[in-house]
């Protein structure tokens, strides 16, 4: 059974260049909510610890350094299907392969610098999401209806 919650990152590119706001609201508008979110600038120490996953592979060093380049937007959303659905939201690794209307269609300039994080599983979701929020820092949503 798929998962309601995943993990993503707004990368340092991104924030940078002032994505942040259109990615959060292509997110929203996607019927994502937030559960969690907070602005931080990772060491290479921490990025190196969040993308051990990785160690000795030939992207792992040039990506800890560009995680580390710049403020980035850790969030924790929630919405059924979650981890699929937001891979698909995101689009593909390389923005060239991302689908048009996606968040790397419209914000990434390369295959590192792909605007955003996404968990490619329920598991790697909890344990990601676990990395920068304490269960104090997670909210449980509950939606209210406006009147119009």
């Not at 940078?16 to 609201?25: E, P, Q, R």
């Not at 979110?37 to 969040?50: G, N, P, Q, R, Y």
């Not at 598991?123 to 990601?128: D, I, Q, S």
């Amino acid at each position: 059974m798929a998962g309601k919650r995943t993990f993503s990152m707004i990368k340092p590119d991104a924030f940078g260049a002032g994505n942040t706001g259109n990615i959060l609201k292509m997110i929203e508008e996607a019927g994502f909510g937030i559960v969690a979110a907070k602005v931080l600038h990772m060491s290479e120490d921490m990025a190196k610890t969040f993308y051990s996953v990785h160690e000795g592979r030939a992207f792992y060093e040039p990506l800890c350094h560009f995680m580390s380049s710049g403020p980035i937007m850790a969030l924790i959303l929630e919405k059924e299907n979650a981890v699929t659905d937001f891979r698909e939201l995101i689009g593909k690794t390389n923005p060239e392969e991302a689908a048009e209307g996606t968040v790397r269609s419209l914000y990434a300039t390369s295959t590192r610098e792909n605007a955003v994080h996404g968990s490619d599983s329920d598991e790697n979701a909890e344990l990601e999401a676990s990395f920068f929020f304490n269960k104090f820092e997670r909210v449980e949503l509950t939606r209210v209806e406006v009147a119009n």
